[in-house]
């Protein structure tokens, strides 16, 4: 191929490739600038930090009064418990309602799909009302327990995990199902031994969505744990850093923002053979 057809051909997809690129990768390089420029101002910061320097970074250890490793370490076990109870709620709903047949079924699959249309944000004042009545008569189901903030997670993720999970479970032939039966085996022993090791992809892709979901939330978990301290995530403890009374930390902000996608790279990058495998595989059949 000549150099003239190339660019006539290829050399556009080659600059709209670029541009997503840079696109995509500006706020993290932003980021980092910041996290390194020991002025801490956003309405001054560029891309060359202009006092380079570790304070930012120091400053995440030296203040007892913004615990970020007790944000951090908070975040990742909610997280990481999160995504195992989505796992488990998920993938069993999703297996009765991929190999099931019973009367109501197509009703049930139209009504979670139709509840997945509404925000969760909408239900932020009925979860209130309910752990306000609940709190005394079943004191873990309170205000600052992560225990709640679990349990409304679990729940509030169990329509989209279970569409999904269906859609591969339903790619699964069912003559596996039926040679296993002839062999003695019951439903659960289908389930645990044959259906979730064929489905790793797509298990691995809603654990990883999950995960992520949790370590992002700010606006239900700052309702449910914002009274304690002790309990809080990095999403609503970081906020303490750019809404302080006498001085606004954008630094720091930045370097907690950037230490923050470590658990989420390390996640990914252990799941990635089978995220790769299991993006696209849910749409194989509805």
Do not use: C
């Amino acid at each position: 191929m000549t150099f003239q057809k190339w660019v006539r051909v290829l050399a556009w997809r080659h600059f709209i490739a670029l541009l997503a690129i840079a696109f995509a990768l500006f706020p993290l390089i932003w980021m980092a600038s910041a996290s390194f420029d020991e002025l801490g101002k956003i309405n001054t910061q560029s891309l060359i930090p202009q006092y380079p320097g570790f304070g930012n970074y120091r400053a995440l250890w030296s203040n007892p009064d913004q615990p970020y490793w007790l944000w951090m370490r908070n975040s990742v076990m909610i997280a990481s418990i999160n995504a195992v109870l989505q796992l488990a709620i998920g993938a069993t709903a999703a297996y009765a309602l991929s190999r099931f047949r019973y009367r109501g079924r197509k009703t049930t699959l139209m009504t979670i799909l139709i509840i997945q249309m509404f925000p969760q944000l909408l239900a932020v004042t009925a979860f209130y009302v309910i752990l306000a009545d609940l709190r005394e008569s079943i004191p873990f189901m309170d205000f600052g327990s992560p225990i709640a903030l679990l349990v409304i997670f679990a729940g509030g993720a169990l329509g989209i995990n279970a569409w999904m999970l269906k859609g591969f479970f339903d790619s699964i032939p069912s003559e596996i199902d039926e040679s296993a039966k002839i062999d003695g085996a019951s439903h659960g022993q289908i389930y645990v031994r044959i259906i979730l090791p064929l489905a790793l992809p797509m298990l691995a892709v809603v654990a990883l969505l999950s995960f992520i979901g949790t370590m992002n939330e700010f606006l239900l978990t700052a309702v449910i744990l914002g009274g304690n301290q002790e309990a809080i995530t990095l999403a609503v403890g970081m906020r303490q850093f750019i809404e302080t009374d006498f001085q606004e930390n954008w630094g720091a902000f930045a370097a907690g923002a950037l230490i923050a996608t470590l658990p989420v790279m390390i996640l990914f990058i252990w799941l990635q053979k089978f995220v790769v495998s299991g993006l696209t595989a849910g749409s194989l059949k509805g």
